[in-house]
């Protein structure tokens, strides 16, 4: 999932209940007119960041890539899918998370690099489950269980892995190495080829490692601290301190 750049400017009913009736009226009536933007109008969840929201932009039955518009919040085509390429799993993002400068540094460290920067976007978490769920643009609360290291043009672009709540297949797993292992290579070939264009001989997608689930938390809560940072004025939407 790439969003454009813009550098400078609950885990059920209940938690999104807690933001629409927060203390500023204002705020609760704004909250029950109108929808909340995916991005910082849902909250990451109270048990983040252990127990996260997902908003789904994403299935593996779609041809074409969608993505939030950062503006609107409206879920709009970013382009067909290259080649034959489709999603393995369900593909989006988490509420109130950054990749900014402590999601780059992380991956720094991870990865051995210097001049790491932050891609400028929510991080991107990819859900397992058994379950068919035919469309996207909805709400699902997911475990992290760990990620994959992905620099995308000299930017951290970490994609989270997660199980989705109580799934009949996958809910129990704990750790990414768990997952079965063709699943895995797929995920992989999928984010090492969907911006490849017909002809292209050169891409500057690459993953430098998978990681597991304690990597994976250290990951968002370096995101929403990010997100902190940034977005300073929404402070009234925060969950606790993660």
Same mark, same amino acid.
């Given at each position: 999932m790439k969003h454009s750049k813009g550098r400078k400017r609950g885990d059920n009913g209940e938690q999104t209940d807690d933001v629409r009736n927060g203390s500023d009226p204002f705020q609760r009536l704004l909250g029950l007119m109108f929808k909340a933007h995916p991005w910082h109008g849902v909250s990451i969840g *109270?048990?983040?960041?252990?127990?996260?929201? /997902?908003? &789904?932009?994403?299935?593996?039955?779609?041809?074409?890539?969608?993505?939030? !518009?950062?503006?609107?919040?409206?879920?709009?085509?970013?382009?067909?899918?290259?080649?034959?390429?489709?999603?393995?799993?369900?593909?989006?993002?988490?509420? *109130?998370?950054?990749?900014?400068?402590?999601? /780059?540094? &992380?991956?720094?460290?991870?990865?051995?690099?210097?001049?790491?920067?932050? !891609?400028?976007?929510?991080?991107?978490?990819?859900?397992?489950?058994?379950?068919?769920?035919?469309h996207s643009d909805i709400l699902l609360t997911a475990l992290p269980i760990g990620g994959l290291s992905m620099a995308d043009g000299g930017e951290a672009d970490d994609k989270i892995i997660a199980v989705m709540r109580d799934d009949a297949v996958y809910g129990g797993f704990t750790d990414i190495s768990q997952c079965p292992s063709a699943l895995m290579d797929r995920l992989q070939h999928y984010f090492l080829t969907y911006k490849s264009a017909p002809g292209t001989t050169q891409h500057k997608v690459e993953i430098t490692s998978v990681y597991g689930r304690e990597e994976a938390l250290k990951v968002i809560r370096a995101s929403h601290a990010d997100y902190r940072d940034q977005y300073p004025e929404l402070s009234s939407l925060w969950p606790k301190q993660l």
């Open positions: *109270q048990e983040a960041p252990d127990v996260v929201m /997902a908003y &789904i932009e994403i299935v593996p039955t779609d041809t074409v890539k969608y993505e939030v !518009d950062k503006r609107s919040g409206f879920l709009k085509v970013d382009r067909p899918q290259r080649f034959s390429n489709c999603c393995p799993v369900y593909y989006g993002l988490i509420p *109130q998370t950054y990749s900014g400068e402590q999601v /780059a540094g &992380i991956f720094a460290k991870r990865a051995r690099r210097k001049g790491m920067v932050g !891609d400028g976007d929510p991080l991107d978490i990819c859900v397992l489950s058994e379950k068919n769920i035919p």
